[in-house]
């Protein structure tokens, strides 16, 4: 499978990224797919280019508010599943099923403007493709993390960043967290060789600094050891969405949004 890769702002790749090879089909047999993130909806396309952290979102429950500045997410082996084949990708095993479109690891900067920003754009192999998988990552001190670390030196041992303030004091949230995530997309996003297909990764950070009665979170008590770690750690993972979007509103397309 050829590969041409258009990198975004909003992408730091840790590593050179090589190659892919598929049996699916013939090389000159691939369609490009678009790859963007949101983190809220908005009425229509978003401006060109991406829309990167650095303007707050502001939330309050009646009693507290939290305004975030920034979110920064550490993640690896980002990839795309066919229909046909109901296992999940497995990197260690050379499969057809799954198509690969960054390895990592590599920054993302999420964006707070309303609308989706385009992050990447992939040839893959025209098909049916019905799940999004990738993983948060931690780096560590290991060989495949040694590029990446060398760039993003205060990212060792960290997976997730959120600064902003709370009740108008300053704060740094920190996570370790290490998850393998798998979102499905229904209807699956139909890839062909007649222009890209567009689909979205939706992050509903709105979420992540929340009780279950919707109270929101000091994200101080959330870090490492903090009495809210594992609620927070559990919003977040709970918090991804993918689907088609062809007009980047941040939006499911099949959703009427």
């Keep these: 499978m050829s590969r ?15 190659a892919c090879d598929s049996s699916s089909g013939p090389a000159n047999q691939s369609a490009a797919v678009q790859l963007s993130l949101a983190t809220r909806a908005g009425p229509g396309l978003a401006p060109s280019g991406p ?5 707050s979102v502001d939330y309050t429950d009646g009693l507290n508010t939290l305004s975030i500045t920034q979110v920064q997410m550490v993640v690896r082996e980002v990839e795309l599943k066919t229909v046909a ?3 999940q990708c497995d990197p260690a095993v050379s499969d057809d099923t799954c198509e690969e479109l960054e390895s990592g690891p590599y ?6 403007s309303a609308g989706a920003s385009s992050v990447v754009t ?12 990738f993983k948060i990552h931690k780096p560590d001190d290991t060989a495949e993390n040694a590029a990446f670390l060398a760039i993003n030196p205060t990212f060792d041992g960290v997976s997730i960043r959120v600064t902003g303030t709370w009740n108008g004091v300053a704060f740094t949230y920190e996570s370790d967290l290490n998850a393998s995530q798998e979102v499905g997309m229904a209807p699956p ?3 062909t060789d007649a222009g890209t297909s567009d689909f979205t990764l939706s992050v509903n950070i709105a979420t992540w600094f ?6 929101l979170i000091d994200p101080s008590t959330a870090n490492k050891g903090g ?9 977040i993972e709970q918090s991804f969405d993918a689907f088609e979007d062809e007009n980047h509103n941040g939006g499911d397309d099949h959703s009427g949004s």
């Design 4 to 18: 041409t890769i258009r990198l975004a702002g909003a992408l730091a790749l840790a590593a050179t990224l090589g």
């Design 51 to 55: 829309q990167l952290s650095g303007v």
């Design 85 to 87: 084949d109901p296992a």
């Design 107 to 112: 920054l993302l900067d999420l964006p707070l």
């Design 122 to 133: 992939v040839d893959v192999v025209p098909g049916s493709y019905d799940e999004f998988e």
């Design 189 to 191: 996003l139909v890839v």
């Design 210 to 215: 929340r009780t279950s009665g919707n109270m």
């Design 227 to 235: 009495a809210n770690e594992n609620t927070v750690k559990n919003n």
